[in-house]
């Protein structure tokens, strides 16, 4: 799941935070420099397509609540990019993924194993740069590596599982997702000593940003609602992956839930019983009533933005939240 292609350049108006972006994608470059020629065109493969860098203008921005040396701050940003593509990879395999932002996904160019393979050398590169920034830094970042891979797991055990609760659900996006909005924020306010205050809002601010980000692009995915992360339609509902849309239409109760439980639930699903089944979730209208909690969570971390001082930096945080609502309403 991504939400690397769902925002628009407008939302940064923060004119340092883009000076600084613009040194990004030379620290990328050299960071996924390989020896093997397959492994550095497989490495490469979705940074290449660009994406808006979300996770590092993040960074940056919580960054400026304090004092920082851009080089390296830009080496914190390059790993948290390339911890987010490596997560991306590792999705696409357990996924089986064809298709990722609009393209072919790496598994399906190159199989599962060197997909795999090379989502675990991205992590390593990345854990490379992070152990250049100091051992708390470090710290802060392996902690929520361990929630992304703990979230990964939960998603991977309750595969198939239509009595998923909304609040267990809401766990595994917290931990799989929203710890990689959480983490830039946190780790640009450590890494720029910004006042407690400050770091604390940006953290809240991050893991409220990150599940309105993907409740919004869970719904957007659904035919006929818009395009999310550029996956193949129905993916996840094959793979028992189901978003709270799926749950919700589950959790009505009478007809339509009868019917959805006997579609859901097996690995054999056809193109036509897949499209019953998002026909059954929009009768029900469970992508609006996700689409209302999405914007719960943005108005949230609208709302931690109120400790930090006026001026771009908190502009842009609230330019990003507000372009939620909107892709909400």
């Not at 004119?15 to 490469?44: K, Q």
């Not at 593509?85 to 790496?106: C, K, P």
Request: with cysteine; charged share 20%; hydrophobic share 45%.
């Amino acid at each position: 799941m991504t939400t690397s292609q769902t925002t628009g350049e407008d939302w940064l108006t923060c004119a340092r935070t883009r000076a600084a972006l613009a040194g990004l994608e030379s620290t990328l470059r050299e960071a996924t420099a390989a020896d093997d020629a397959l492994l550095r065109v497989m490495a490469g493969h979705l940074l290449q397509r660009g994406g808006k860098r979300l996770r590092p203008a993040l960074l940056l921005l919580s960054a400026s609540y304090g004092s920082y040396q851009r080089n390296r701050l830009l080496r914190a940003a390059a790993a948290l990019e390339l911890v987010h593509i490596a997560s991306l990879y590792h999705d696409d395999v357990m996924d089986r993924a064809s298709t990722r932002r609009h393209g072919l996904s790496v598994n399906a160019c190159w199989g599962n194993e060197l997909a795999a393979l090379t989502g675990t050398y991205l992590f390593a590169r990345a854990n490379d740069l992070l152990v250049t920034l100091g051992n708390e830094s470090h710290h802060v970042a392996a902690q929520a590596f361990l929630e992304l891979c703990s979230g990964q797991l939960q998603e991977v055990e309750n595969v198939y599982n239509t009595d998923l609760t909304e609040a267990a659900h809401l766990e595994i996006l917290a931990r799989k997702t929203a710890t990689l909005f959480e983490l830039p924020c946190t780790l640009g306010a450590l890494l720029s000593k910004a006042p407690r205050r400050y770091a604390t809002a940006l953290q809240a601010y991050g893991q409220d940003l990150g599940l309105a980000f993907q409740l919004t692009d869970d719904v957007l995915d659904l035919p006929g609602r818009g395009h999310g992360s550029g996956k193949s339609a129905g993916t996840d509902v094959r793979e028992g992956v189901y978003c709270l849309a799926v749950l919700r239409a589950v959790g009505t109760g009478g007809v339509i839930a009868a019917r959805l439980k006997s579609l859901l639930g097996r690995e054999d699903m056809t193109a036509e019983q897949v499209a019953e089944v998002y026909r059954l979730v929009e009768t029900a209208d469970a992508g609006s009533a996700v689409l209302e909690v999405a914007r719960s969570y943005a108005m949230r971390a609208l709302e931690a933005l109120q400790v930090l001082p006026e001026g771009p930096p908190r502009q842009s945080l609230e330019n990003l939240a507000r372009h939620v609502l909107i892709r909400s309403s």
